[in-house]
């Protein structure tokens, strides 16, 4: 009988033991699974932010050319109005001065006929 007690005891102790020893790996289980899920979402969330950071930086320098191709498109224009303005002038001083010769020319024929 005090045998019988004895190894009741006894194996109450193990199964006690064991029950503590698989409490424990659980928590440690548990434990590595939460630390890992937490690393997991920070990844991902850092994957996410880059991808966001990056697409801001493309809109931004897409912007960037855009505006840089308006305003070169403006300054050429203005360059371009202001050249045929110039270009204008000169004909119109040239033809002027061509006008004037053929003027002078006609006169010189006019005043020898008469």
Do not use: P
């Amino acid at each position: 009988r005090a045998a019988r007690m004895q190894l009741r005891d006894q194996r109450n102790a193990a199964v006690c033991m064991q029950s503590m020893w698989r409490r424990r790996a659980a928590m440690d289980f548990k434990a590595n699974a939460v630390e890992g899920a937490m690393r997991l979402q920070a990844a991902w969330r850092g994957r996410v932010a880059r991808q966001e950071l990056a697409q801001g930086q493309h809109a931004a320098m897409v912007l960037q050319a855009a505006w840089r191709a308006y305003v070169q498109r403006k300054r050429f224009v203005g360059t371009h109005d202001a050249v045929v303005v110039l270009q204008a002038a000169w004909r119109a001083k040239v033809v002027r001065a061509e006008y004037a010769s053929l003027k002078a020319a006609a006169v010189v024929v006019q005043a020898a006929w008469r």
